[in-house]
Structure formats: C-alpha cells, structure tokens
C-alpha cells in the first residue's frame, strides 16, 4: 500500500522519453534523485509547483503525470 493517495505514471513515462534515467529527471525538474524515487514509490506527494516541473519535463499535463487514486 502506498503512502499516499496520489498515483503517478513517472516511471511509464520515463520510459516512453527514451529510458530516461531518475537523475535526469531530477536535473530537470531541480530535485534530487532520491525525490523522484519517493514520487514514483508513492512515498511522496509533489508540490504543485513540482507536478507541474514534472508534467513540463514531460511534455504533458499534469493529469497525464498525476491521478487521484483514493
């Protein structure tokens, strides 16, 4: 069971960018590695403000990153 109840696709999508790597990710996003493996661990809920860095590094919305899944 997760920690929270925010459900993401970061790691299907880091993926689908050409096996991007979690640090380029941080780098991208101005976090640190062990951020993004609390996000895709469900450990973690982004600020708004990273969900959005997050979505942008992505090419996508927000909704396409994050899910309500309670």
């Known amino acids: ?15 689908e ?3 991007m790597t979690q640090q380029a ?6 976090v640190t ?3 993004i493996i609390a996000l895709e661990a469900g450990r973690y809920a982004p600020s708004l403000e990273l969900a959005f ?3 942008r590094a992505f090419g996508v919305g927000v909704e396409d990153v ?5």
Request: charged fraction near 25%; charge should be positive; include cysteine.
């Open 1 to 15: 069971m997760t920690g929270t109840p925010i459900a993401n696709e970061i790691r299907r999508l880091r993926f």
């Open 17 to 19: 960018h050409g096996e």
């Open 66 to 70: 994050f899910r309500w899944a309670a």
């Open 25 to 30: 990710l941080a780098e991208a996003c101005q």
């Open 33 to 35: 590695r062990q951020t």
């Open 53 to 55: 860095r997050i979505a």
